[in-house]
């Protein structure tokens, strides 16, 4: 059973648009909602997180959007570059214990 | 602060070999979690252990996979007798479980079954 559902599978953006990524759970008792940027051969970096006591969070061109009664939350990308050309995860855990990955979006922001 | 190291950063092993994997995590991390990652799908929890200590080993195949964390020493997970099925990139990823709980991940090691 997928824990944590993530749309789209493959996003292409223009250069300067914005770039959304989606995803829902179903476990209420997650508490920490972090968002994961891979580049092809690395490993998983934290780009930023969200607690559910908040309902957004923005960390320069990245700002997660979080809906608690939907069991939902997003990641939007804005002025999307080139250089964020890359695979996103989403996760969510309750804190100390193992993290549920969504199963990626690869985004492609064209020039 | 050298990050989480991993290595190998490839590993090739034909069937039936044992692949040992490596895992330093960051600097007064003492908690160690391994995730596997197929192409094209997400992360896939193992195993979580602290110092000396296994405390969920729930995404762990029973059989020919074990892992371990000395009081010295790297993290190891350990595939016996490997399979074709077991090829994939394994990640290591620590945290301190002090303020941020946000994963520090390694590069991953990418084993190759033939």
């Known amino acids: 059973q997928q824990q944590v559902k993530q749309s789209p599978q493959s996003l292409i953006v223009q250069k300067g648009g914005i770039s959304i990524i989606n995803c829902a759970y179903e476990n209420t008792a997650f508490d920490y909602f972090p968002w994961y940027q891979q580049f092809p051969g690395k490993g998983p970096a934290l780009l930023i997180a969200?607690?559910?006591?908040?309902s957004e969070k923005k960390e320069g061109r990245f700002t997660i959007s979080f809906n608690k009664s939907a069991k939902q939350f997003s990641l939007h990308i804005m002025d999307s570059q080139p250089g964020d050309s890359a695979t996103y995860f989403c996760a969510a855990s309750t804190i100390g214990n193992q993290f549920y990955f969504g199963t990626g979006t690869s985004l492609t922001v064209i020039p | 602060n050298a990050g989480v190291m991993q290595n190998p950063r490839h590993l090739v092993r034909r069937r039936g070999q044992e692949a040992r994997l490596r895992c330093s995590p960051m600097k007064g991390h003492s908690h160690v979690y391994w995730y596997r990652q197929l192409p094209e799908e997400g992360l896939k929890f193992m195993v979580y252990l602290q110092k000396e200590n296994i405390i969920d080993e729930s995404g762990m195949p029973k059989e020919r996979f074990s892992a371990e964390f000395p009081k010295e020493g790297p993290s190891i997970l350990r595939i016996q007798q490997v399979v074709r099925g077991d090829s994939a990139a394994y990640f290591c990823a620590s945290h301190t479980r002090r303020g941020d709980y946000g994963y520090t991940f390694g590069s991953g090691t990418r084993l190759t079954v033939v």
């Open positions: 969200i607690r559910p006591d908040v």
